[in-house]
């Protein structure tokens, strides 16, 4: 299998760079189709965008592509960092548009693939909410240096507050990150509380809006970006995670693991577990809290209990398994307690409580894939289509790929052309108008289910980015209409409701008897359709907060 001769270097060079994204869930086959696009496309070279794959020495955890399927392309930010330092989104931002800069000015077409799709979101548009307290200072403006750190008032306990009152005072501080957080997600407002302070008391600015009348508009996109989702049906793509778990114990994972459990001992206070980095896309809380690393802290915690006590040094365990130890076990230290003959009904417990922590790994591994898809569908994808005049978002299935022929043919064979339309059309000094482009196709002509992968209502992302939701009814608030619609129809709703309504016809009941039985005045507002009417209303959404 061969990809035919790259093209010559891109011949001109705009004031933005197009950019290939290629996302997807884990497993689904987004390393492959960079490094071909980046082959055929000439010189092209690939921008790691994976949270965890920017450290060094985690190959099998973080499954990197090994270095004989990358074709000879350039990965640029992975292996950077020890796993003792920190990395985060806006030193990500950062090396990223100076690698894109330079490229571009190399004429080498630029490839992004990842699984962590707030990075490649924060790299489009600059979202501030994606910052974190570790985040360097932002490069301030000519004449308005950034304000230094402010402490936390002595007096002020954020533990003691209660929810109500913790958002209360977040509204007051900085109302426009209080509209990101509902009342009762007291970690990330007690967060937001304390980037303000550390901004030095200034609250975020309202969300930047495109010159638009459209208040949904979204701000300018930093780079015309082909967005390129690699998807696989969840059954089949459940059946390969799980099989990959089995290959990376195969391939040494236990002892990258005791490698870097070692590493985190020696040097625990340089690792900083972010509290405010972590969302509904699986945010990295650092190494400590990858898949695959946080399941096995209670297996690891009693082999090592047991291996104290057998008198087996842990890293001596791991050396000796560079010499070529028997492989009677995929853990290097159980194959030394094994040797010993001891402790044999300790070694039940352990072989248990590893069957136990791999089957928390591939439901980790399939929980997580599951919300790489929420976040694509509910936040990339409508963000990408509102900018159609440079950017645009297709699916291409790998659900039935059997060989690495079958995935050319059916997917890499099909995404080139776009692709390369798409470079084309944007390296030139005057791009071509949407209509007619090239690499404008309808996503159904790639994947049947496209549409129904990247359909949105358009009313629900406007909701989205204006602010939270109330429920009159149950007297509660919802960061988006799809939470607050989910609510509506939910059993605690509807019982609520319902009981609302009996309450109604009671009251109602109540004032027709004294109406009719003691002469009350006929004037006085006695409809029960009123009641009715505000049980009505109070399934409607009112709005709690909009941004200016």
């Known amino acids: 299998m061969s990809s035919p001769p790259p093209t010559p270097p891109l011949p001109h060079l705009p004031q933005r760079p197009p950019l290939v994204a290629i996302v997807g869930t884990t497993g689904a086959g987004k390393s492959d189709l960079a490094v071909h696009l980046a082959t055929r496309l000439g010189h092209g070279e690939i921008i790691n965008s994976d949270t965890l794959q920017v450290y060094r020495a985690l190959d099998i955890i973080t499954n990197k592509m090994p270095l004989d399927d990358r074709l000879g392309v350039p990965h640029h930010l992975m292996d950077i960092r020890a796993v003792t330092e920190s990395y985060s989104v806006k030193e990500f931002e950062a090396d990223a548009v100076q690698l894109i800069q330079r490229l571009h000015q190399e004429s080498k077409p630029c490839v992004l693939v990842g699984g962590t799709h707030y990075y490649l979101q924060y790299l489009l548009w600059g979202d501030e909410l994606a910052v974190t307290s570790n985040d360097p200072q932002s490069s301030s403006d000519e004449g308005n240096p950034v304000p230094a750190p402010v ?101 040494g994972m236990f002892d990258e693991l005791w490698r870097l459990r070692l590493l985190l001992a020696k040097d625990r206070q340089a690792v900083r577990v972010e509290l405010n980095d972590v969302d509904d896309e699986g945010r990295s809380r650092g190494v400590e809290q990858a898949i695959g690393v946080k399941e096995f802290d209670e297996y690891c915690a009693l082999v090592e209990t047991v291996a104290r006590d057998a008198g087996v040094n842990v890293a001596g365990a791991l050396h000796a398994s560079q010499d070529g130890a028997s492989d009677l076990d995929p853990d290097p230290v159980v194959r030394a307690i094994i040797n010993l003959a001891t402790h044999q009904e300790q070694l039940q417990q352990i072989l248990a409580l590893r069957t136990a922590s791999l089957d928390a790994m591939k439901l980790g591994t399939r929980k997580y894939a599951r919300r790489q898809i929420s976040w694509l569908r509910a936040r990339l994808s409508p963000r990408i289509a509102r900018h159609s005049d440079s950017a645009h978002m297709l699916v291409v299935d790998t659900t039935h790929i059997k060989s690495p022929d079958d995935f050319v043919a059916s997917v890499v064979d099909k995404v080139y052309p776009i692709a390369r339309a798409f470079v084309d059309a944007f390296t030139s000094h005057d791009p071509p108008g949407v209509e007619g482009s090239t690499w404008k196709v309808d996503p159904a002509s790639l994947h049947p289910k496209a549409n129904q992968l990247l359909k949105l209502d358009k009313q629900q992302h406007l909701d989205q980015e204006a602010g939270m939701m109330e429920c009159k009814v149950c007297e509660r608030t919802f960061r988006t209409r799809q939470e607050w619609e989910a609510h509506q129809g939910s059993r605690a709703h509807r019982k609520v409701v319902k009981q609302k309504r009996k309450e109604a016809s009671r009251e109602a009941a109540y004032w027709n008897s004294q109406k009719s039985g003691s002469g009350v005045d006929k004037g006085r507002d006695t409809d029960t359709g009123s009641d009715e009417e505000r049980g009505a209303d109070a399934d409607r959404p009112v709005k709690m907060a909009k941004r200016q």
């Open 151 to 251: 402490p936390i008032p002595s007096d002020l306990n954020l533990s003691s507050l209660l929810p109500a009152q913790l958002h209360a005072l977040l509204a007051k501080l900085d109302p426009v990150a209080a509209q990101q957080w509902h009342v009762n997600d007291t970690r990330r407002v007690r967060r937001s509380i304390e980037r303000y302070y550390q901004r030095g008391c200034v609250p975020l600015p309202p969300p930047p809006l495109a010159a638009s009348s459209d208040r949904g508009q979204l701000a300018q996109l930093r780079y015309p970006t082909l967005v390129i989702w690699v998807h696989t049906d969840q059954p089949v793509l459940d059946q390969r995670l799980d099989k990959r778990v089995d290959e990376m114990v195969d391939r």
